[in-house]
Structures are given as structure tokens and as C-alpha cells.
């Protein structure tokens, strides 16, 4: 059975203080801090890439864990800003830095913050129907990109980062169950206008507030699992507030779900796997991930350690 | 619904939404932004008063409800 193996991730080395963009913006620090609840917003270098922060997350992968490029017959890459506006799919062009083999299969997929739980599936689904053993799931969706550096509501929000997910045939944590949705009527809460990023704050709100505490009890239900079973919960890091009050309508133990995004901000479809890093150490058993976002698209998956 | 009851729905959200907000009659009218409400808060607020009333209360509705009074009238007229 495929599954997850191993994680790394990679944060550029450039970054945004975000107390003094709070100033910048005559926003009031204390609310930065603890509201919207972060400090440092990790963004790309003039010399940064999609492809190039994959492949810094690939090398961080090899430091812990020994992979042979020759093995890897898969490759997804996630992200809705890629280098050369996707043409050629950025997966081609990180097979080539990986020197990968050509019976290695390639492609991107375009979605946001919910991207990495879709991602997972799509990636261990495609690799089961085609009898594949080893694969990488990258996320790399830079909104440094796309920020309209005069709007206050995205800046002071969002960070980059990537990440790659070995997945294996010898994993440390296999899927148990997940549930996708989508309310394409919302989408224009988080659209790009030209070239630039528009986001309706309410309106994320109430759809993450709303929507996705239903769909997070749906899955447990499926799985016969009550939130006391799950040793922890991996919620999209969008916003301090918004985490913490989904926390408490969802009926999730805090102390199981981890708010880490005062040094990343909201990393999009990187901000699961960031935690996922972390939280692997701990060998948690069941673990809970909900991605919600650009769509409106929200995923949610139940993965149980592999004993 | 009538007035009071809706008055008592958004009094009692503000005060459980906001750290240190205690409600009475005479702040009715003020804006939120006067009583200390944040931006945040202020969202969390109108969901949660319109979900205490049964109702539905859209983005571009929500937007014109800056005073406690202004969310008490939107809910009292559903």
C-alpha cells in the first residue's frame, strides 16, 4: 500500500518583517501579532523559483532519508504561480534539475490552500492505477507574486515556502479516508484580478468558519473516529483568529491542533506539509489535515501511522 | 423576531467575541470600531449573531452593520 514516507521543506531565505509592514499599513502591531498572528513573512529572492525552492526542499528530503533519483516513477507538483506561467508544468522542469529517469511521470496541479490533502490523493491514487512504488508530491505556490503590495489584507497574510512528501510503498502513514468539496459560486473570494491577488477577508471567514468545521465532522463520522481519536488535527495555517475559532466551533482539543505561523504566514498549499515536518517526530497515530481555500476548494483527509 | 430578543442575541455575541466588552443599552448606537471591536471580531460577530438568529447574512449586508443597533434592526426586520 502507498503512503506517506518522509517530508522535507524548504523557506527562502528572504523574508518581510511584518510589524513594520503593520506600520507601513497604520495597522496596529499588537493585532498583527496576535490576531492575524505573524511576525516574519518568508518571500523569494529576485534569484528564487518554484523549481529552484522545490529542489532545495528535495535536498533538505535527501538529509533525511536516502532516495535514489533512478527509483522515483512520479512526480506532482502543486502551485497556481508557477515560473513560465506553466509552460513548460514545472514537474518537467524539476525532473530535469532531479535528473530523474524518463520512465518517471509528470505533471502540475492548480490549487491552493487545499491543494496538499488533494494532492496527496491524486499522487497516491495516479502511482497505485499504474503499479508505481516511489513518487514526490511538491508544494510551491509563491503569492509573493501576486501581491498587490498596497493592499493590506494579503500582504501581512501571506508567505512562500515549498515542500516535498516522499510517498512509497513502504510508508509511515497511509490514507484511511477524505472527503473534497467545492463552491465554485464563492470563488471570487480569492481571485486574481489581472495579475494580482483580490481577497473578500469576510467571506474566506465565514466559509472556513462554516463550511469546513461540517466537513472535518463528516470525515470523522465516515471513519467511525470521534475527535478524542485523532491524536492531531492539521488545519491550513490562514490566520491566528481564524484557526483559533474554528478550533472552538469545530470541537477540536486545542492542545491536538498546533498554530504554528507566527515565522511562515499562510504558506498556501505548503502550510500542512510545514507542520507535517514538525509534527512527524512526535509519531503521532492518527493524524487529521483540512486544506481550505482558493475555489472555494476544501479537502480533508484522515492518515493513521502504519505500525 | 422581535427587537429585544435580537438585542439580546448581539449584545451577548459581543460580549462572548470580544475580551472585555460589556454590553448595555447605552452603547447600542456607538460604532463597533468606538467599542474596541476589531475588524476580526467584527466578522465573527455578525456570523454568529446571524447564526444565533436563524438567518442569513450576506457580505455586502454585513458590511453596512458598524453599530450594535444596525445588526439588531437587520435581524429584527428578517
Redesign the interface.
Request: proline content about 0%; cysteine-free; hydrophobic content about 45%.
Given at each position: 500500500m502507498l503512503g506517506i514516507q518522509s517530508i522535507a521543506s524548504y523557506l527562502p531565505k528572504g523574508s518581510v518583517d511584518n510589524l513594520e509592514q503593520a506600520d507601513r499599513f497604520e495597522t496596529?502591531r499588537e493585532?498583527v501579532e496576535q490576531?492575524i498572528g505573524v511576525t516574519t513573512l518568508p518571500k523569494f529572492e529576485a534569484q528564487d523559483s518554484v523549481v529552484s525552492a522545490s529542489i532545495a526542499a528535495f535536498k533538505s528530503l535527501c538529509e533525511k532519508q536516502s532516495i535514489d533519483p533512478a527509483e522515483i516513477e512520479c512526480v506532482v507538483l502543486c502551485t497556481q504561480n508557477p515560473d513560465n506561467g506553466g509552460l513548460p508544468h514545472n514537474s518537467a522542469l524539476v525532473h530535469a534539475e532531479l535528473g530523474l529517469p524518463e520512465d518517471c511521470a509528470c505533471f502540475d496541479i492548480g490549487l491552493g490552500c487545499s491543494g496538499y490533502v488533494y494532492g496527496l490523493s491524486v499522487i497516491q491514487s495516479f502511482m497505485a492505477a499504474n503499479g508505481m512504488k516511489k513518487g514526490l508530491l511538491f508544494t510551491c505556490d509563491p503569492y509573493s507574486r501576486i501581491l498587490n503590495p498596497e493592499d493590506k489584507n494579503t500582504c501581512l497574510l501571506f508567505g512562500d515556502a515549498a515542500s516535498v512528501t516522499l510517498i512509497s510503498d513502504t510508508p509511515r502513514y497511509t490514507l484511511s479516508s477524505a472527503k473534497f468539496s467545492t463552491k465554485g459560486a464563492g470563488s471570487a473570494a480569492l481571485h486574481k484580478n489581472g495579475s494580482l491577488l483580490e481577497m473578500?477577508?469576510?467571506?474566506v471567514?465565514?466559509f472556513a468558519?462554516?463550511d469546513v468545521p461540517k466537513q472535518i465532522k463528516r470525515v470523522l463520522e465516515s471513519a467511525e473516529l470521534k475527535m478524542e481519536n485523532v491524536d492531531l488535527f492539521l488545519l491550513h495555517q490562514g490566520?491566528r483568529?481564524m484557526l483559533e475559532?474554528m478550533i472552538k466551533r469545530t470541537g477540536i482539543p486545542a492542545d491536538k491542533a498546533p498554530i504554528r505561523l507566527s515565522e511562515t504566514g499562510n504558506t498556501v498549499s505548503s502550510s500542512i506539509p510545514l507542520l507535517l515536518e514538525k509534527e512527524l517526530d512526535n509519531s503521532p497515530g492518527t493524524i487529521l489535515m483540512s486544506g481550505f481555500g482558493v475555489g472555494l476548494s476544501w479537502a480533508t483527509a484522515i492518515y493513521t501511522q502504519v505500525k | 423576531m422581535d427587537r429585544e430578543e435580537a438585542a439580546k442575541i448581539v449584545m451577548s455575541m459581543l460580549e462572548k467575541n470580544v475580551e472585555g466588552l460589556k454590553m448595555s443599552e447605552d452603547k447600542m448606537g456607538e460604532t463597533l470600531e468606538n467599542l474596541g471591536v476589531?475588524?476580526?471580531d467584527m466578522?465573527?460577530v455578525v456570523?454568529d449573531a446571524g447564526e444565533a438568529a436563524g438567518i442569513t447574512i450576506s457580505?455586502d449586508e454585513?458590511?453596512k452593520l458598524d453599530t450594535p443597533d444596525k445588526i439588531v434592526e437587520f435581524i429584527a426586520k428578517q
Open positions: 496596529d493585532f490576531k473578500n477577508g469576510r467571506a471567514f465565514n468558519l462554516q490566520s483568529f475559532n | 476589531d475588524s476580526l466578522m465573527l456570523m457580505d454585513a458590511e
